[in-house]
T-cell receptor, first 114, second 107 residues
Framework: DSGVTQTPKHLITATGQRVTLRCSPRSGDLSVYWYQQSLDQGLQFLIQYYNGEERAKGNILERFSAQQFPDLHSELNLSSLELGDSALYFC?????????????FGPGTRLTVT | EDQVTQSPEALRLQEGESSSLNCSYTVSGLRGLFWYRQDPGKGPEFLFTLYSAGEEKEKERLKATLTKKESFLHITAPKPEDSATYLCAVQSYQLIWGAGTKLIIKP
C-alpha cells in the first residue's frame, strides 16, 4: 500500500459527460501528479501540483483540468468525454516539488466512456 | 529531443534464468533515473533512483546500474512473482517515461 488513495476505483459514463476523479496524497507529500495510461500507450503525464499551485503541465487536453486543495487532496476534472478518454488514471505523490523525488502511485481510477 | 527507450518490449524467462532489461536515454542533463514495477491494473511501484554514472542499487533479486547513456535492471534467478512490467523514467528538465518491458517468468 503506497499510502495514496484514489476514488472512485471504477467509473462508467457516456460520451459528452463530465467526471471528477479524486486523489489524496501520502501524509507529508506536497506534490500530486496525474497520469493517463491507455491500453496501447505508456504512462502519459498530465499535470503536477505542488502545495496548491500548478507546477508542470504535460499532455493535458483543454477539456481536462485539475486543482489541489488546501488539505492537499487533488481532483482531476474531465469534461466533454470522448471514447478515447477511456483509460486508467493514476495519481502519484512525492515529498518535493521536483520530479527528482520518487513518486508513489495510487491504485488508479479506471474510466470507461461508452 | 529528449528520449527514453526500453528494450526488449517483452521478455519471457524460465524461473531461475537471469537476464537484464535495458533503458537507454538521450537527455540534456540527467538529474535522475528511476525504475518502477507495475502489475496489471495497478499503479507503478517505486524500485530505485540512480543519479550518476557508475551508481548501482540492489533490492532482493534486482540490481540497477547506470552509465552515461543507459541503465540496466538485472534480475538474478527470477521467480514467477517477479512477473510485471518494468518502467524506466528519466529526469532532465522534465520527467520522461519509457514504454516499459513486460517480464514474464514461467515456473
Amino acid at each position: 500500500d503506497s499510502g495514496v488513495t484514489q476514488t472512485p476505483k471504477h467509473l462508467i459514463t457516456a460520451t459528452g459527460q463530465r467526471v471528477t476523479l479524486r486523489c489524496s496524497p501520502r501524509s507529508g507529500d506536497l506534490s500530486v501528479y496525474w497520469y493517463q495510461q491507455s491500453l496501447d500507450q505508456g504512462l502519459q503525464f498530465l499535470i503536477q501540483y505542488y502545495n496548491g499551485e500548478e507546477r508542470a503541465k504535460g499532455n493535458i487536453l483543454e477539456r481536462f483540468s485539475a486543482q489541489q486543495f488546501p488539505d492537499l487532496h487533488s481532483e482531476l476534472n474531465l469534461s466533454s468525454l470522448e471514447l478515447g478518454d477511456s483509460a486508467l488514471y493514476f495519481c502519484a505523490s512525492s515529498v518535493g516539488d521536483s520530479p527528482t523525488y520518487e513518486q508513489y502511485f495510487g491504485p488508479g481510477t479506471r474510466l470507461t466512456v461508452t | 529531443e529528449d528520449q527514453v527507450t526500453q528494450s526488449p518490449e517483452a521478455l519471457r524467462l524460465q524461473e531461475g534464468e537471469s537476464s537484464s532489461l535495458n533503458c537507454s536515454y538521450t537527455v540534456s542533463g540527467l538529474r535522475g533515473l528511476f525504475w518502477y514495477r507495475q502489475d496489471p491494473g495497478k499503479g507503478p511501484e517505486f524500485l530505485f533512483t540512480l543519479y550518476s554514472a557508475g551508481e548501482e542499487k540492489e533490492k532482493e533479486r534486482l540490481k540497477a546500474t547506470l552509465t552515461k547513456k543507459e541503465s540496466f535492471l538485472h534480475i538474478t534467478a527470477p521467480k514467477p512473482e517477479d512477473s510485471a512490467t518494468y518502467l524506466c523514467a528519466v529526469q532532465s528538465y522534465q520527467l520522461i517515461w519509457g514504454a516499459g518491458t513486460k517480464l514474464i517468468i514461467k515456473p
